[in-house]
């Protein structure tokens, strides 16, 4: 008899606590910072010649470099960076853009560019150009005739929408193997990216905090 008495409480209690569980919302996963050193963008042509060359791959979400056609956020080749959303330039041996990422630079310091505006607009590569402006004192970068050295223009970060719709923030900090301080053109090698960023794994998250 005790036992019928308490089975409806008990499945009542059961129920409360399902539902108290699935009302919990999921702690947020930790926005770290990371450097990433000496990413390979080699390139074959150029001075005059066409340019071409696979695009090194890179994955936020893994923070690695990949080789996957489809899981894949930027793309590096020389001085390019393609983004794996919109459509193909037209570009010899571009990848495929499989996805819907979209990618746009903000100036400020990487420190103050704390999240995504709510007017933040994301470009897609297409065939009308890269995302992000090739050519000197144009996206990223300038060059430097003179010296022949390529540098980051101070200031610029580059904001990722990624292709598991969450976000990213990137400075990159130099073109050359091991970053050197003070480069020698002649001497160092060039199309080594190193750059830091902040990667949001929580969806649909703006902010880098």
């Not at 060359?53 to 390019?80: C, L, M, N, V, Y």
């Not at 990422?101 to 009308?128: M, Y």
């Not at 091991?178 to 480069?183: K, L, R, Y």
């Not at 053109?185 to 060039?190: K, M, R």
Request: aromatic share 12%; proline share 5%; net charge negative.
């Amino acid at each position: 008899m005790n036992t019928l008495k308490f089975t409806p409480f008990l499945l009542v209690m059961l129920i409360m606590m399902s539902c108290s569980d699935d009302d919990e919302v999921a702690p947020l996963a930790e926005v770290e910072s990371t450097t990433f050193e000496n990413l390979h963008a080699p390139q074959e042509g150029g001075r005059g010649e066409p340019i071409s060359g696979s695009f090194t791959k890179f994955d936020f979400e893994t923070g690695q470099i990949t080789d996957s056609d489809t899981e894949w956020d930027i793309a590096f080749r020389g001085a390019t960076i393609a983004v794996n959303g919109g459509t193909e330039t037209g570009t010899i041996d571009e990848p495929a853009r499989t996805s819907d990422a979209g990618i746009t630079i903000v100036n400020g310091t990487f420190e103050d560019v704390t999240e995504i505006a709510e007017d933040t607009g994301f470009d897609q590569d297409s065939q009308n150009g890269f995302a992000i402006p090739t050519g000197s004192g144009n996206g990223w970068y300038n060059y430097d005739f003179t010296t022949n050295i390529l540098s980051p223009i101070p200031g610029k970060i580059l904001l990722v929408e990624t292709t598991n719709a969450n976000y990213a923030k990137v400075e990159i900090l130099s073109y050359y193997e091991d970053a050197p301080s003070d480069i020698d053109p002649f001497q160092d090698e060039s199309r080594y990216y190193t750059f830091r960023y902040a990667y949001n794994p929580n969806e649909r998250q703006v902010t880098f905090n």
